[in-house]
């Protein structure tokens, strides 16, 4: 765990090491996928792992532009229709890792395993850095998600549970594709 930066209180280090140990939990479950069966599902499972990855960034970033004043990285994401991110240039379509949005089996829709990985981290990183940077005052405005309103310290606590509700998801995955049990 690193230490708290200077001027930040243990609210904002405890919030971002939240967020931080996300990246740590969820990539054991990476373990087994590869840059072809990363955009795999199986009939009775809602989201491959390219997918889960893609979205969890996307979600972090939209809070942590709350934070920083900061956009969604075009390093990271293309804003299209749900067909402009690919493969080849290593970018998610923020439309097709949105709420709502269907993943497809496509391997030129979505970036290589190592490229969604490194777009998830990054998101972790980010916000974690805007938490950390963020006086209390901001950690308690109020902010719009989904049908509601929400202290923003409340939202990023939501962020690390979201984390891990599709690490959950990845690990079912993990079962049904018949891969080794990371824990237990």
Not at 105 to 124: G, I, Q, V, W
Not at 175 to 181: E, N, P, T
Request: proline share 4%; with cysteine.
């Amino acid at each position: 765990m690193s230490t708290p930066a200077t001027g930040t209180t243990g609210r904002q280090h405890v919030l971002a090491e939240g967020v931080r140990s996300t990246k740590l939990l969820l990539g054991r479950f990476l373990t087994g996928f590869n840059d072809v069966n990363h955009i795999r599902q199986t009939p009775d499972l809602p989201n491959h792992v390219a997918w889960n990855l893609g979205h969890l960034a996307l979600t972090m970033h939209r809070v942590a532009a709350m934070l920083d004043g900061g956009t969604i990285p075009a390093k990271d994401f293309v804003s299209g229709d749900g067909f402009k991110g690919s493969r080849d240039t290593g970018m998610m379509d923020s439309e097709a890792v949105a709420f709502g949005s269907k993943p497809e089996d496509r391997h030129d829709r979505y970036p290589k395993l190592d490229r969604c990985t490194e777009t998830y981290n990054s998101a972790c990183e980010r916000l974690a850095l805007a938490i950390t940077n963020s006086p209390d005052a901001k950690l308690d405005e109020t902010a719009r998600w989904g049908n509601g309103e929400l202290p923003i310290h409340q939202l990023i606590i939501r962020m690390v549970f979201h984390n891990g509700f599709h690490t959950g998801q990845i690990s079912d995955l993990r079962r049904a594709l018949g891969f080794k049990m990371i824990m237990g």
